[in-house]
């Protein structure tokens, strides 16, 4: 029998979900600032290893993480202020407007219009210093090099956006519309200062990611990242990339990724993102695939590989269809992608998301990639015992949740279920379903699987008012955050606790 590709999930561990943009801050959405290493801090105390967070790529309409306008980009939401402020590159009264942003939500709106200028004093400012270096975040000019293959087209992709006030790419200008033609284009001054200055903030996100990373890594924390299989159409990879994917000869998807009908969705899931021309990747040596993995595991230390069946055969949507109901399954390479991507990546921690309806197909190609795959508490319940989601079905090489981001706080879930749900659930765990969360929360660090990882929503026994993100929902998404006070209150609560939970069964 042929050994899989990866082995890596061997020891016993267990962490928490929670997006930056959750994080508390006085600039309106979560950063990579104090409270962020609190939070490492705190992660420490109560004993969890494992740090969970969404794709960190800079988002558009709709505001979420799994649409964003780059593959390899950080979103400059999360950038820190405070060492700016602290070297002079903004003034403290600058970002008034941002304090007066609301500290329990993200209001995407309010913070677009009040960001952006901030940032953009801070480009300025650093642009007159002629220094090549802040603090001791290293090199701009040595940042450039080292993101050449990707950091250019974002740079002029995203400097083009605005000059053609937020437009998608296909409906600029002719001679914009292709990368090859724009790059010969002459910009103006401003167009060219735009771009100069996501280049900056790149090198400010790149360097405080890094800087955290560390810090985490010296706390025994390690950070998983989540990378969406497929990018948006609006985005600089398939403007600047567009022969990697299935588009007509003006630019237009041929047809667009989504899912069939399931659990969150009577109409399946249409996500409208272009698919990727295979055959054109295989020919390269999947040579984007392999820079796009490279680039995530200089994010995090380990990665999870979102909608993972798509890698055996991918949902095909017609372009015109208004669902997703209306699609067909196509084969895509499978295992000659991870092959590769191992020769490259070869001590690569890769996580396989395979929830859903999965085939035999799916679970043998993650069988022979070796990648761990995930358990949801939440979908375990009010069926019968073989439902792979129930822990005594578990296997070691495994990452059980509580709940993802996708789903609705536990005990909100518990709350909307009926009553023979709810009392399988009370059978099957011996418990009163009192506090279901914690009840969760246990059953994960008891279980078999090799990590755990619960929501912070669920530390915290929130209800529905503290969801994250609820599917096919076009608004509402990705705007909660927790209060510093709650994490204190968590801390001083539960963490002994949680950190003897860990202990007694061997996390």
Known sequence: MTAPLYNWLNERSAGALLHFSSLPSDTGIGNMGSSAYRYVD?????????????????????????????????????IDLEPLVADGLITPAEIDTLKELPRDTVDYGWLYHAFWPVLQKAYERFKQSGADHFKDYGSLSAF????????????????????????????????????TSAKKQKLSE???????????????????????????????????GDVPI???????????????????????????????????????????????????????????WIDRIRSNLAFYDIVRLDHFRGFESYWSVPAKETTAKKGKWIKCPGLKLFQAIAKACPDAKLVAEDLGVITDEVNELRKATG???????????????????????????CVVYSGTHDNDTT????????????DHIRRYLGVSGDTISWDLIRTAIQSCAHL????????????????????????????????????DELEINSAAYLREQLYLYGR
Request: glycine content about 8%.
């Open 42 to 78: 705190f992660m420490h105390t109560a004993g969890l290893q494992v740090w969970q967070i969404c794709p960190l790529g800079p988002t558009g309409y709709g505001d979420s993480p799994y649409q964003c306008f780059s593959a390899f980009a950080g979103n400059p939401y999360f």
């Open 230 to 288: 497929f990018v948006a159409l609006d985005s600089s990879d398939v403007w600047a990339h567009p022969e990697l994917f299935q588009l007509t000869k003006d630019g237009k998807p041929k047809a667009v990724a989504g899912v069939p009908p399931d659990y969150f969705s009577v109409d399946g899931q249409l996500w409208g993102n272009p698919l990727y021309d295979w055959k054109k990747h295989k020919e390269t040596g999947f040579t984007w």
């Open 452 to 487: 755990a990882i619960f929501p912070m929503q669920d530390l915290m026994s929130l209800d529905s008012a503290a969801r994250l993100n609820t599917p096919g929902a076009p608004v509402g998404n990705w705007q909660w955050r927790y209060q510093a006070y709650q994490l």
């Open 371 to 397: 990648l761990p795959g995930m358990a949801v508490l939440q979908f375990a319940f009010g069926g019968e015992s073989d439902n792979s989601y129930m822990p005594h079905n578990y296997r070691h090489n």
């Open 144 to 179: 450039k090099k080292a993101q050449a293959t990707w950091l250019d087209d974002y740079a002029l992709y995203t400097a083009l956006k605005a000059e053609f006030e937020g437009q998608c790419w296909l409906d600029w200008p002719a001679k914009y519309r292709s990368y």
């Open 190 to 224: 401003s167009t060219q200062e735009v771009a100069d200055a996501h280049v900056f903030y790149q090198y400010l996100f790149y360097a405080q990611l890094a800087k955290l990373r560390t810090y985490a890594s010296s706390k025994g924390v390690e950070i998983l």
């Open 411 to 422: 005990l909100g879930w518990y709350r909307s279920l009926d009553e023979d749900s709810q």
